[in-house]
């Protein structure tokens, strides 16, 4: 079983930077992988980017890459979500998770377990 806890979320002016943290409790397989995932208001949820804990291998969509870096930090079984140049449609709220037998993808389906969720507000 795996907790998952995101933070550093808020509000931020286009062209800023934010950095999303997500703190996993329980441990975290090498085979796994964490992803984030964000919904805009009144959309569905679609994939951001996604990490391989094991060897560390990443994966983003289209609209993101370039502008975010996924990374982990084992020693405290941790993914960050660095984004900068930020956009209003970048507005959503932000979800990490892990797929226990992960493969690299965009699909929410295989993955396990969620967070909460933190608000992030790109606005003037």
């Known amino acids: 079983q795996v907790s998952l806890v995101e933070s550093g979320g808020g509000l931020v002016q286009p062209g800023g930077s934010l950095r999303l943290s997500c703190e996993a409790s329980?441990?975290?397989?090498?085979?796994?992988?964490v992803g984030w995932f964000r919904q805009p208001p009144g959309k569905q949820r679609e994939f951001v980017a996604a990490i391989r804990w094991g060897s560390g291998t990443t994966n983003y969509a289209a609209s993101v890459k370039g502008r975010f870096t996924i990374s982990r930090e084992k020693a405290k079984n941790t993914v960050y979500l660095q984004m900068t140049s930020l956009k209003p449609e970048d507005t959503a709220v932000y979800y990490c998770?892990?797929?226990?037998?992960?493969?690299?993808?965009?699909?929410?389906?295989?993955?396990?377990?969620w967070g909460q969720g933190t608000q992030v507000t790109v606005s003037s």
């Open positions: 998770a892990v797929d226990n037998y992960y493969t690299p993808g965009y699909s929410e389906e295989p993955y396990d377990y």
């Open positions: 329980g441990r975290i397989l090498s085979s796994s992988g």
